[in-house]
């Protein structure tokens, strides 16, 4: 087991056997998760004696930074993570006037299926642990020498079906030991798994919801995502408007605009009309239009800039807000949907 897939509070039963002063669990988890050092030896004010049973007990390694790609375009970086086990994942570093933002993949592939996505192409071959979470934060930070303000968590796989390791990384994360990176500033993205809405819904992290809507009606969803088939827009709407109701903090729909799929008039009336039924105006949301990415085994095409211009006028004529997300990263596939799961052979 990897020492960093450990909470505070799980270090501190792990440490119990050792009948230590409580302070020695925090120093640990300092060096473990703000010093994120490789060598537990580096450890110097822990003891020999306990610095060689953890040793023997646990894997202190991280995953290694495999390759680097630079946008010529704008400051992105996208970065390939190897793995312990050989598999490589991608995650992003971005540049905003506010400071960085790190976009982390959560499973390496991801079994969605949506059709425009590149990261479903070769399915799902594992959730990410917890370590390798927060390894990709770890490590673009190292190599960068900058400290990041946000994460979103958006790259390849479906957080909501890493829930486990997702939630634990959110707490390591925010712990004022560790990176004390506050939850305000992480958004997570989910396809809409409604049971597990209900379930982060229970624990109360002031995270930052986005739903991959990408269509004003079932119909058209469930041709692009085939998770449409199992959860309806009414059922996800309702588990969202719940969740806004306990946290209090903004929801994102994001809305991939793809040329004669989803991108007409009739379909941004259509959004209007689906939002504004569904919600009541106590519900603070906003709507995030991605130009759909190119993506080399699918035809689908990126709506032309009048087109993109004239949805956001009728959901903006609505007083729906509304933005058009940034393509960082499209020179080097680093944007939305361009992530993928790779293997060293
Ligand atoms: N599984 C999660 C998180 C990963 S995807 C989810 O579905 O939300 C992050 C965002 O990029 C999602 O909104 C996703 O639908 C979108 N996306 C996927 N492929 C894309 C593409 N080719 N162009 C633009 N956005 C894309």
Redesign the pocket.
């Known amino acids: 087991m990897n020492i960093r897939n450990y909470t505070i509070k799980e270090l501190e039963t792990i440490l119990s056997d050792f009948e230590l002063e409580k302070y020695r669990t925090k120093q640990l988890f300092i060096w473990l998760h703000k010093n994120v050092i490789g060598d537990i030896d580096k450890a110097t004010n822990l003891s020999k004696r306990l610095r060689n049973t953890l040793k023997e007990k646990y894997d202190f390694s991280l995953p290694k930074i495999y390759k680097e790609y630079k946008s010529k375009i704008d400051d992105t970086k996208k970065y390939l993570i190897l793995l312990n086990d050989g598999n490589i994942i991608e995650s992003v570093l971005m540049k905003y006037s506010f400071g960085y933002s790190i976009c982390i993949s959560s499973q390496v592939g991801?079994n969605?299926g949506?059709s425009?996505?590149?990261?479903t192409i070769g399915g799902m071959k594992r959730n990410l642990e917890t370590y390798e979470l927060l390894a990709q934060i770890y490590l673009i930070q190292q190599i960068n020498n900058v400290k990041v303000s946000n994460i979103v968590i958006?790259?390849s796989?479906?957080?909501l079906l890493n829930f486990d390791n997702i939630v634990k990384f959110l707490n390591i994360i925010n712990d004022e030991n560790g990176q004390n990176i506050g939850m305000r500033n992480i958004t997570l993205?989910?396809?809409g798994i409604v049971p597990k809405i209900e379930e982060l819904k229970k624990l109360e992290l002031p995270i930052n919801l986005?739903l991959?809507l990408?269509a004003p009606n079932d119909d058209i969803r469930k041709k692009i995502m085939p998770i449409a088939n199992k959860y309806k827009l009414k059922d996800i709407f309702y588990a969202i408007e719940k969740y806004f109701e306990c946290t209090n903090r903004r929801v994102t729909f994001?809305y991939?605009l793809i040329k004669d799929i989803n991108d007409g008039k009739n379909n941004a009336l259509e959004l209007v009309k689906l939002l504004k039924n569904s919600f009541d105006s106590h519900v603070d949301y906003n709507v995030n239009l991605?130009p759909?990415?190119v993506?080399k085994e699918n035809n689908y095409k990126r709506p032309s800039n009048d087109d993109i211009m004239e949805f956001k006028n009728v959901l903006d004529a609505h007083n729906i807000i509304t933005t058009i997300r940034r393509e960082l990263g499209k020179d080097i596939s680093g944007?939305?949907?361009?992530l993928r799961a790779s293997e060293l052979i």
Not at 116 to 119: D, G, I, M, N, V
Not at 335 to 338: D, M
Request: aromatic share 4%.
């Open positions: 991801c969605m949506c425009f996505c590149a990261s958006m790259g796989g479906e957080p993205s989910t396809c986005a991959s990408h994001e991939c991605i759909v990415n993506v944007s939305c949907g361009q």
